[in-house]
């Protein structure tokens, strides 16, 4: 099993950037799919979350508005859209597959750096 996070990058405050996450070697639709991130001398913190069907999602506080969680079961992908970044949004963004009773999956991250 692999999650494959790309399309972070560095971008100026009040940018915006999609992030996408790739699966393959288990049945993705079955999973549910969040998004997490990690900051210099953080903890890892969860950003959003989407049910296997798509149907539900959650988001933390600080990302509430401004962050989209989306899923394609036929391409196996999992997005995080992000707009209105700030400084604070800087960090590695990580994707997990999870369902219960199994291993969770985490992708190996992508850095995602807000900064004019």
Not at 17 to 33: H, I
Not at 39 to 61: C, F, H, Q
Not at 89 to 104: H, L, R
Request: hydrophobic share 35%.
């Amino acid at each position: 099993a692999q999650l494959v996070e790309s399309g972070g990058g560095l971008v100026q405050p009040g940018g915006s950037l999609r992030l996408s996450c790739a699966a393959s070697g288990f049945t993705f639709s079955s999973y549910a799919m969040s998004w997490h991130r990690q900051a210099p001398g953080k903890e890892r913190e969860l950003v959003a979350t989407i049910t296997s069907a798509g149907g539900s999602t959650n988001y933390a506080d600080p990302v509430k508005g401004r962050f989209t969680i989306s899923r394609d079961n036929a391409k196996s992908t999992v997005y995080l859209q992000m707009d209105s970044l700030k400084a604070e949004d800087t960090a590695v963004y990580y994707c997990k597959a999870t369902k219960w009773g199994y291993v969770p999956y985490w992708g190996q991250g992508t850095q995602v750096t807000v900064s004019s």
